[in-house]
C-alpha cells in the first residue's frame, strides 16, 4: 500500500504581502458572497488573481468598500476594486450597482434560468473553468460572507466544499474560516498564530468517522470515532504551529481569526 500524499494548509492569504508568502506560489481566487465585507476584504482582493462577485456581493464592494478608506474618494475606491465577474440568478444585485460595473467593464454571467445551484457554486464553476486555474497549479479559492448569516445560506455554503472536493475553497467570516480536509490525504495545518486560533474544530458533517487521528491540538485524537449525536471536536485549542490530521472520513476544519492585526490601518505604510 503506498503513502498516502500529504497535503499542506496555510492561512498566509491573510498576511500583508511578504516573501514567504510569494515562495509558495499559490495563487488565489476572491468570490465576494452578499454579507457585510470582513475587515480584511481589502487584503484578500489585493492577493487575488481572479475576484467575482455572486449577484448582491456586488452590492457589498459598492457599498461597503469605500468605508474601509473614509479619507479617499468612494467613486476613486469604486474604480480601483473593480470585479472581473459579476455571477449568478440576479435577483440581489442593485440595478444601479450593475450599470456602474458594466460601465467599468466588469463581465456579467446572468444565470437566472438555473434555480437548483446557489450563486456561490456558480462562481465556483466559473473559477474551475478559467484558463487561469491550470492543471498544475490551480487556483485557491477564497469565499468572504459565507458564515454567520442565514442557516440555509450557510449550509449551502458548507455544501458546496462538498461539491467540489478537489477544489480548495475557504469559507470566511470576520470570525473564522472552514475548509475541507478530504479523506485521501493527510493534513499538515501551518498556524499563522499571530492572525489566528487558538479556538478550532473537526467536524464531521458528511458522514461519521470512525477513526481520527491528530496531533499539535489540546484535545487530541487517537483513531478517535467522530459523528454528530456522538463525539464531535468543537471548543478545541491549538497548542502548536503545526496540527496533522488523518481520518477515514472528510471533516471540516475550523478555526478562529482574531480581532487584531487585519484590518487596513495595519497594513498601509
Ligand atoms: N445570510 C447569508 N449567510 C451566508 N451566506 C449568504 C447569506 N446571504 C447570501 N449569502 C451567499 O451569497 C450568495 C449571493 O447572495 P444573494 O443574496 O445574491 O443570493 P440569492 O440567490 O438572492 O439568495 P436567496 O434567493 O436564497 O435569498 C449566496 O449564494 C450565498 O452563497
Ligand atoms: C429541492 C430544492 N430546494 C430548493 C430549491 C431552490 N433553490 C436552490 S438553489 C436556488 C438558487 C438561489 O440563488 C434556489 C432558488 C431547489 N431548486 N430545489
Redesign the pocket.
Known amino acids: 500500500m503506498s503513502a498516502m500524499d500529504v497535503m499542506l494548509h496555510s492561512s498566509s492569504f491573510l498576511l500583508p504581502s511578504n516573501p514567504v508568502d510569494d515562495t509558495t506560489g499559490t495563487r488565489y481566487a476572491l468570490i465576494v458572497?452578499?454579507?457585510s465585507l470582513p475587515r480584511f476584504t481589502p487584503l484578500l482582493w489585493e492577493h487575488a488573481k481572479l475576484r467575482l462577485c455572486?449577484?448582491?456581493?456586488a452590492n457589498r464592494i459598492y457599498d461597503e468598500l469605500p468605508l474601509f478608506f473614509p479619507h479617499e474618494d468612494a467613486l476613486a475606491i469604486r474604480n480601483r476594486y473593480k470585479p472581473d465577474v459579476i455571477k449568478?440568478?440576479m435577483?440581489?444585485?442593485r440595478r444601479d450597482v450593475l450599470d456602474f460595473y458594466v460601465n467599468l467593464g466588469t463581465k456579467v454571467i446572468d444565470e437566472s434560468q438555473d434555480q437548483d445551484t446557489?450563486?456561490?457554486?456558480?462562481c465556483i464553476l466559473y473559477i474551475r473553468d478559467s484558463t487561469l486555474n491550470h492543471e498544475s497549479s490551480r487556483l485557491h479559492i477564497l469565499?468572504t460572507?459565507?458564515?454567520?448569516?442565514?442557516?440555509?445560506?450557510?449550509a449551502?455554503?458548507l455544501n458546496v466544499l462538498y461539491r467540489y472536493p478537489d477544489t480548495r475553497i475557504v469559507l470566511l467570516s470576520d470570525d473564522c474560516l472552514i475548509q475541507l480536509l478530504p479523506k485521501s490525504h493527510l493534513h499538515e495545518i501551518h498556524i499563522q498564530s499571530s492572525l489566528e486560533g487558538p479556538h478550532c474544530g473537526l467536524i464531521p458533517i458528511g458522514t461519521p468517522s470512525a477513526k481520527t487521528t491528530t496531533s499539535g491540538l489540546k484535545w487530541d485524537l487517537a483513531n478517535t470515532e467522530m459523528r454528530f449525536g456522538g463525539l464531535i471536536s468543537t471548543s478545541n485549542l491549538v497548542k502548536e504551529e503545526k496540527i496533522t490530521v488523518e481520518s477515514d472520513s472528510d471533516l471540516l476544519w475550523t478555526i478562529s481569526i482574531k480581532k487584531t492585526g487585519l484590518s487596513i490601518e495595519d497594513h498601509t505604510p
Open positions: 458572497l452578499n454579507q455572486a449577484d448582491g456581493g449568478g440568478d435577483d440581489s444585485i446557489t450563486d456561490l457554486d456558480k469565499a460572507g459565507a458564515l454567520g448569516g442565514r442557516f440555509d445560506h450557510e449551502g455554503n
